[in-house]
């Protein structure tokens, strides 16, 4: 009995030896391959450069081993688009990447890792590779879980100006807001303007998080061609949809008129008033000066702040401080001018 035990004892330690000698073995490998790719990314990056630059017509000789070539190309290439500070020539770009990646991406989409996959994406998006978007959009539709992979295969898809990512946007509930902006963010104009026609025409069939990714989206790229568009948004029943096309105004430093805004100085909701507050204080909107004083005086201290912070904006705005100071009749107001009044250029309170 006692020699089982020892045998076995044995037999586990030389397991596990064993397995410890091919972990460093397997480790030296790759070191060793590691600074292989190393040597030759140092190598060919000077005359590698100069063919991306179309300094040169003769692309570098690369090595024979397929796998080693891939490697280097990605390796080259992506250090091209970070370093590259000029305009970078797309049409040569896409050119390499399509001759040395193209067939290697197509077989890691299929059946690599799942970490391969995704970094095939992210290199597929960095090197423009639209020649295989039909690939990216096939290997799409098997994906079911909302993680980094299917993440990333939309923005790919977005960065290559597909169409049925608005259908996607359009028929998904599960799509979180942060990304439904990244994929705006990708969007030429005429598939943004799509998005805005759909919100615009049915607006009931389109899902919150991406009606409220659109509005917010407006003030972030801050073109004027999308004030209509934020201002009809202001009469949106749902408060969340108002709230982010007031956000929006702000962002845009932009309204056809001040009394479209009217009403939010009254509003039910403190969000509502501070924004407006915070737009009249923006656009130096002197007929605001009887609403902003009342706002000093809210219930919510960050509706006062924004209002006496529009105050000093204002042409006559320290004026308007003074007199909030000295004769309002809520002492919270009086309170919130003097600290604006008090403070620094530069200075938060």
């Known amino acids: 009995m006692v020699s089982i ?28 391959e590691e600074k292989l790719i190393s040597r030759y990314v140092e190598e060919y990056e000077e005359p590698f450069f100069h063919y991306l630059e179309r300094e040169t017509e003769e692309c570098p000789d690369l090595p024979r081993d397929i796998r080693d070539r891939v490697l280097i190309v990605e390796q080259l290439l992506n250090r091209f688009v970070d370093q ?15 001759t040395y990646l193209s067939r290697s991406y197509r077989l890691f989409l299929k059946n690599g890792s799942w970490a391969q996959r995704v970094n095939t994406l992210y290199y597929i998006e960095d090197f423009d590779m639209v020649d ?37 946007l359009l028929n998904s509930e599960m799509i979180p807001q942060r990304l439904v902006k990244q994929v705006l963010r990708r969007f030429q104009d005429d598939l943004f303007q799509q998005m805005v026609m759909v919100i615009e025409d049915e607006p009931g069939r ?5 009606h409220l990714a659109v ?6 790229r801050g073109s004027l061609d999308d004030l209509p568009f934020i201002e009809r948004m202001l009469q949106f029943p749902s408060k969340e949809i108002r709230l982010k096309a007031l956000r929006s105004l702000m962002e845009l430093k932009a ?50 702040y924004a209002a006496c912070e529009a105050m000093k904006n204002l042409p006559d705005g320290h004026r308007l401080l003074e007199y909030t100071y000295n004769h309002h009749e809520d002492k919270f107001a009086r309170s919130m001018a ?12």
Do not use: N
């Open 132 to 168: 295989l978007k039909q690939e990216v959009w096939q290997y799409f539709s098997r994906l079911s879980v909302l993680d980094e992979e299917y993440r990333q295969a939309v923005r790919v898809l977005a960065s290559f100006q597909d169409e049925r990512v608005i259908r996607l």
């Open 5 to 32: 035990v020892i045998w076995t004892v044995i037999f586990l330690f030389i397991v596990q030896l064993c397995l410890v000698g091919a972990l460093v073995v397997s480790k030296i490998q790759s070191l060793k």
């Open 255 to 304: 309204c056809t008129d001040p009394e479209k805004l009217t009403r939010f100085y009254l509003s039910d909701i403190w969000e509502e008033r501070m924004y407006v507050a915070k737009i009249a204080g923006r656009l130096k909107w002197e007929s605001a000066q009887d609403p902003l004083l009342k706002l000093a005086g809210d219930s919510h201290w960050w509706v006062r």
């Open 338 to 349: 003097r600290q604006h009044l008090t403070v620094k250029v530069g200075e938060a309170i």
């Open 215 to 220: 509005v917010a989206y407006c003030g972030e």
């Open 84 to 98: 590259t500070r000029v305009e970078i020539e797309y049409t040569r770009l896409q050119e390499t990447a399509h």
């Open 206 to 210: 389109v899902p919150s998080q991406v």
